[in-house]
């Protein structure tokens, strides 16, 4: 149980083009999804907290009007990278905490991410 | 500044042994601690939780232990196999009053024959 789909895995886009990634739930509701990055050999960076139904909590430093992530329904979200440009090439994963749970006592379910190449 | 350290260098050891890691943290007052494992090119998988009132954890071959008066966490794995090689990550909720989890940089374990 707690399966997360990412996709795309993997992605190629020419600079200036926008991408979007969906994050979706299988087996469970998600009220709560996160995104993160994570650059080579570096650690994961949360990038923005997406709550169903209402607007992403984005990280300092994060820019929210090139990051647009939508939760339309407790399954699935979307992170649409607008305009990419070659240092947005990283690998991005979503992850879900189930309805009802908290982080306090409940893991986080991940995505198998998607890696993002800007050329 | 806040900060989650993990052994920056590699972790090689040979099959049988136990791995210990260590998770440092700085400026936290994490009322739980977590630990994943990372393959290449996957998303973490969840191994542990503990919490602040929790000593120690075991489950299987791995066990953790979190210790807020030193700001540490350790992770063992015992008898090591070449299927343990992986980055290990902690990460913790960062206070009382938030739901989001922070990941520290992680360590590369190296399980060899």
């Known amino acids: 149980g707690a399966v997360v789909s990412q996709h795309p895995s993997w992605v190629i886009c020419k600079s200036g083009t926008s991408v979007k990634i969906e994050c979706r739930s299988l087996?469970?509701?998600?009220?709560?999804m996160f995104w993160y990055r994570q650059f080579p050999k570096q650690s994961l960076m949360l990038m923005a907290t997406s709550n169903e139904g209402s607007k992403a909590t984005y990280e300092q430093g994060v820019e929210k009007d090139k990051f647009l992530i939508n939760h339309a329904s407790l399954t699935l979200s979307t992170l649409t990278v607008t305009s990419a440009h070659p240092e947005d090439s990283s690998f991005y994963i979503c992850?879900?905490?189930?309805?009802?749970?908290?982080?306090?006592?409940?893991?986080?379910?991940f995505g198998n991410g998607t890696r993002l190449t800007v050329t | 500044s806040q900060k989650i350290e993990q052994n920056s260098e590699a972790l090689n050891i040979q099959e049988g042994k136990t791995a210990t890691l260590t998770c440092n943290y700085t400026?936290?007052?994490?009322?739980?601690l977590q630990w994943y494992r990372q393959d290449p090119g996957r998303g973490p998988v969840f191994l542990l939780l503990?919490?602040?009132?929790?000593k120690e954890k075991r489950k299987e071959r791995l066990k953790v232990t979190f210790d807020t008066t030193l700001k540490q966490s350790l992770f063992h794995i015992t008898a090591s196999q070449p299927a343990d090689s992986a980055t290990y990550l902690c990460a913790l909720v960062p206070s009382y009053n938030t739901d989001k989890l922070i990941f520290g940089t992680g360590t590369r374990l190296q399980v060899f024959p």
């Open positions: 992850s879900a905490a189930g309805t009802g749970e908290s982080l306090y006592n409940s893991p986080l379910h």
């Open positions: 087996d469970f509701q998600a009220t709560t």
């Open positions: 503990i919490r602040e009132n929790e």
């Open positions: 400026n936290y007052s994490p009322a739980y």
